[in-house]
C-alpha cells in the first residue's frame, strides 16, 4: 500500500508559479512511476506529467511541457511538481498517483494509489 499526500495548492495569478507536492508512505517507490493528474470542474481527469522513480525519466503532457517540471526526491520519498508561467487553463484540482511499474503511462487507469487532490486556481 501507498499512502501519498499533496500539498502546495493555491490562489494565483496567471504567470505566477506554484510548486506542488507529493508526500509518499507506506514503502519506498523503487519499481514506481509517480504521476499527476488534473480534473477541472465539468472536465475528465487528464494527465499532466509522470516520472519513473528509479531512472528519473519523465513525461509531459503537450499542455504543460516547457512550463512544467516534475521531480523525486529519494530521501523525502517524495514528487514535485514546478509549475510556472500558470494559465487560467491550468485551473483544477491536482492529484499525485502511484504506478506499480517502472513504465510510464497516461492513463489514469494505470495507477492504483491517489491522493486527496489539491486545488489550483489561477486567476486571470
Known amino acids: 500500500q501507498v499512502q501519498l499526500v499533496e500539498s502546495g495548492g493555491g490562489l494565483v495569478q496567471a504567470g505566477d508559479s506554484l510548486r506542488l507536492s507529493c508526500a509518499a508512505s507506506?514503502?519506498?517507490?523503487?519499481?514506481?512511476?509517480m504521476g499527476w493528474f488534473r480534473q477541472a470542474p465539468g472536465k475528465e481527469r487528464e494527465f499532466v506529467a509522470a516520472?519513473?522513480?528509479?531512472?528519473?525519466?519523465?513525461y509531459y503532457a503537450d499542455a504543460v511541457k516547457g512550463r512544467f517540471t516534475i521531480s523525486r526526491d529519494y530521501a523525502k520519498n517524495t514528487v514535485y511538481l514546478q509549475m510556472n508561467t500558470l494559465k487560467p487553463e491550468d485551473t483544477a484540482v491536482y492529484y499525485c498517483?502511484?504506478?506499480?511499474?517502472?513504465?510510464?503511462?497516461?492513463?489514469?487507469?494505470?495507477?492504483?494509489?491517489w491522493g486527496q487532490g489539491t486545488q489550483v486556481t489561477v486567476s486571470s
Open positions: 507506506g514503502r519506498t517507490l523503487s519499481n514506481y512511476v
Open positions: 516520472i519513473s522513480w528509479d531512472s528519473g525519466n519523465t
Open positions: 498517483a502511484a504506478r506499480g511499474s517502472s513504465v510510464i503511462r497516461t492513463s489514469s487507469a494505470s495507477y492504483a494509489y
